[in-house]
């Protein structure tokens, strides 16, 4: 087994090579506005996290969040775009706001995706790749929050320090989804 290694990827290249159109979306802004680190085990990518650092949500211009989210908006039926529109602008910021209270989503990092290889999951890579930021965040005062839809996921947030603040169900047209914020101080 090789060591793993994480670095962060300041100047990506190439075109991000993702199946779907919202994880491309999601990992475009965060790579373009925020940071973007990487975990690798010799020359494989083993996980990657993307980070939005405080303030800088309302930077990221309309009209290149509207180019990056075309694909997927268009890929959906009218009442898919409808909801997303709804979500995106309403109902998750609201409570994402409601949970995390004056220190709101955007004053503090927001972890927008972490992804670990399955079959390297379960080997500390999040852990690894969690650290640089935490000591960062820590360094500046400065909290750090996410969010999951994944039940499984819980506990692993959990084990890498975080609180959960809140927990809310969602109706979607494809059915109810999950969602558990996290905080965690500096």
């Known amino acids: 087994m090789h060591a793993i290694t994480v670095q962060r990827v300041v100047a990506p290249s190439g075109n991000i090579s993702i199946r779907h159109h919202f994880a ?51 890929s959906l039926a009218d009442e898919g775009r409808n909801y997303m529109a709804k979500l995106w602008t309403g109902e998750f910021p609201e409570f994402v706001a409601q949970c995390l209270g004056k220190t709101s989503k955007n004053d503090g990092w927001w972890l927008r995706i972490a992804v670990v290889r399955p079959d390297k999951q379960g ?41 959960v ?16 914020v996290f905080y965690q101080k500096p």
Request: hydrophobic content about 40%; aromatic content about 12%; overall charge neutral.
């Open 123 to 163: 080997q500390g890579i999040a852990r690894k790749l969690f650290e640089p930021m935490r000591r960062k965040a820590s360094e500046r005062g400065e909290h750090i929050a996410c969010s999951t839809a994944a039940h499984r996921n819980v506990a692993i947030y959990k084990a890498l320090g975080f609180e």
């Open 24 to 74: 491309r979306m999601v990992i475009r802004e965060g790579v373009d506005w925020g940071e973007f680190w990487t975990a690798m085990e010799g020359d494989e990518l083993v996980g990657f996290m993307i980070w939005t650092p405080p303030g800088s949500e309302p930077l990221i211009p309309k009209d290149e969040r509207a180019k990056l989210s075309a694909p997927f908006l268009n």
């Open 165 to 180: 603040r809140g927990f809310r169900t969602f109706q979607s047209p494809s059915g109810e989804w999950p969602l558990y």
